[in-house]
């Protein structure tokens, strides 16, 4: 599957961003996708992710209540509303899928990777 994060920008402490993800290649309704982010000098971390009926969400406690990740299989995409920003979240934000049924964290569990979105909060 080939994906395609879209939406990163420059935005304030407290500001929102949405990040979009678009989808080809794959079944897309059959496969997890997962965000990441990577900050400089930083490992890539989890920030969340969506199972293949979206009923099933998971987030990093980082980001739990302030981040929300959704999908519309119709339209092959994912999305990852960020609301109350903060200067930690400042990286590069990654959508990446797996397959199977089993939620993972694990950057190593997910076999497809987007680009990249820079996303930049300044105090």
């Known amino acids: 599957v080939q994906l395609q994060a879209s939406g990163g920008g420059l935005v304030q402490a407290g500001g929102s961003l949405r990040l979009s993800c678009a989808a080809s290649g794959r079944t897309f309704s059959r496969l997890f996708i997962g965000w990441f982010r990577q900050a400089p000098g930083q490992e890539r971390e989890f920030v969340a992710a969506?199972?293949?009926?979206?009923?099933?969400?998971y987030y990093a406690d980082s980001v739990k209540g302030r981040f929300t990740i959704s999908r519309d299989n119709a339209k092959n995409m994912v999305y990852l509303q960020m609301n109350s920003l903060k200067p930690e979240d400042t990286a590069v934000y990654y959508c990446?899928?797996?397959?199977?049924?089993?939620?993972?964290?694990?950057?190593?569990?997910?076999?497809?990777w987007g680009q990249g979105s820079q996303v930049t909060v300044s105090s």
């Open positions: 990446a899928a797996r397959g199977g049924i089993w939620y993972s964290s694990q950057a190593g569990a997910y076999d497809s």
């Open positions: 969506i199972s293949w009926s979206g009923s099933n969400t």
